[in-house]
């Protein structure tokens, strides 16, 4: 299994600026996951983060909105840009775990409300 | 790529009646499937996964799936259900080969009424 810390828990930020998250996990993984969950929805997956390259952005979602840090195999920070009212969401770090990788473990999320 | 459908954005059902919440998947290559709860203002969970031999796994509390491959199936199962079972419910799918990401389906709210 894994352990996953996730900074800040929640956090009230204003349009235009930004907010890090980070994640840290109690063991070295390969690969690092950012979701997000917005209101009374479901998890959607940002990127894919490995250590060592650059992220891999799914459809919808861009680096210079969301750059995202893997210095090493046991943390990694998502960055949330010029925030706007839409960007309040939950965000959830993820990793892959378990027997043979199949299992995503998650942190407890960054509750995030843009005013 | 895969994709998940839960057929179902809503279930009511009274205490200790049995439950079924549907789960339907796509994909081009084998998969490993997953149940996550999360609780009203909770992080999500783990509930049961399968991801070879035996189609029916399950979870210490009672819940049950059963992998079916012909129709693509994962549906979730309680024969009798609990007030404190009333959460969200998220089917899952990650391909057993590339990139190791889960894909979440929309998720179904169970609601338990006494």
């Known amino acids: 299994s894994a352990v996953i810390s996730q900074k800040p828990s929640r956090d009230i930020c204003q349009r235009g600026t930004s907010l890090t998250i980070q994640c840290q996990v109690d063991?070295?993984?390969?690969?690092m996951f950012w979701y997000r969950q917005q209101p009374g929805q479901s998890l959607t997956l940002i990127a894919t983060?490995?250590?060592?390259?650059?992220?891999?952005?799914e459809s919808g979602f861009v680096i210079d909105k969301f750059p995202i840090s893997r210095p090493n195999l046991t943390f990694s920070t998502l960055t949330v840009s010029n925030m706007s009212p839409e960007d309040s969401s939950i965000y959830l770090c993820?990793?892959?775990?378990?027997?043979?990788?199949?299992?995503?473990?998650f942190g407890q999320g960054t509750r995030l409300t843009v005013v | 790529a895969q994709s998940v459908t839960q057929l179902d954005s809503q279930v009511p059902v009274f205490e200790e009646a049995p439950v079924e919440l549907r789960c339907n998947y796509s994909?081009?290559?084998?998969?490993?499937l997953f149940w996550y709860v999360q609780y009203p203002n909770q992080g999500l969970q783990l509930l049961l996964k399968?991801?070879?031999?035996?189609?029916l796994v399950k979870s210490i509390n009672g819940f049950e799936a059963e992998f079916n491959k012909s129709q693509t199936s994962f549906h979730l199962r309680k024969p009798s259900v609990h007030i404190s079972d009333t959460a969200e419910y998220f089917c899952a799918v990650r391909g057993n080969t590339g990139g190791f990401k889960t894909i979440f389906g929309a998720g179904t709210r169970l609601f338990v009424k006494a």
């Open positions: 994909s081009s290559v084998s998969v490993y």
């Open positions: 993820s990793v892959s775990a378990g027997q043979a990788n199949t299992e995503a473990f």
């Open positions: 399968y991801l070879s031999g035996s189609t």
């Open positions: 063991s070295q993984v390969t690969m």
């Open positions: 983060a490995n250590q060592g390259s650059e992220a891999t952005y």
